[in-house]
């Protein structure tokens, strides 16, 4: 009889990472998104630099590894529009609603991803939700607003409470703070993102439905299953 190990989320990151280089438009600039499971896709346009112009990054992260591997970064204002955005989430919901910003990079995320046409989400199954709300929401707060938002989140039923890093608060690459917030229940993420993006002293909240994937590559036992939207 014979067993086979069942992949581990690392490999199921491998997996999608590497299938999302059939998005990718040879000649063109690729805008990449930032994670884990982005750092493995990023790996793996290195195998195809010379096919393509560069990337337009999400965050310093990535730039950092883009450059690290010679592929060319450009700045977003330079790119009037890209083709596609290759990216991960946080939760991704039958519709190709996001919760993102588990790596603090959801403002950036949200910008490239608006430049695109086609947004890829690359994802581990277990990244698959039926309604989006378990993974505490990331939003992205001036500083000066945080306590004033978490009160505004409290009288909704959520639970903010700010990032730290190494006990102090995390500072996004755009220099400002992020609250994660709990027992939130996002029944309706497009009128949920239009209505926290209204609130004085938000940067950006991590609900993606305005911005949502057109294709999600989920790995899975059976193989990389591709899911459109
Ligand atoms: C970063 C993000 C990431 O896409 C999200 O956190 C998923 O990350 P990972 O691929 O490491 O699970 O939104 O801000």
Redesign the pocket.
Known sequence: MTTTTPLTQDEL?TLVGQAALQYVVPGEIVGV??????NKFIDALAGMKDQIKGAVSSSVASTERLKALGIAVFDANEVPSLSVYI????EIDGQGYMV???????TR?KIVAALAERFVCIADESKLVKALGQFPLPVEVIPMAANHIARRFAAMGGQASLRLKDGQPLVTDNGQHILDVKGLSITDPLAFESEINQWPGVVTVGVFAHQKASVCLLGTAQGVKTITY
Do not use: C
């Open positions: 990151k998104g930032t994670g884990s499971t982005v990216d991960g989430a946080d993102k910003g588990g790596g603090a990079a959801l995320e």
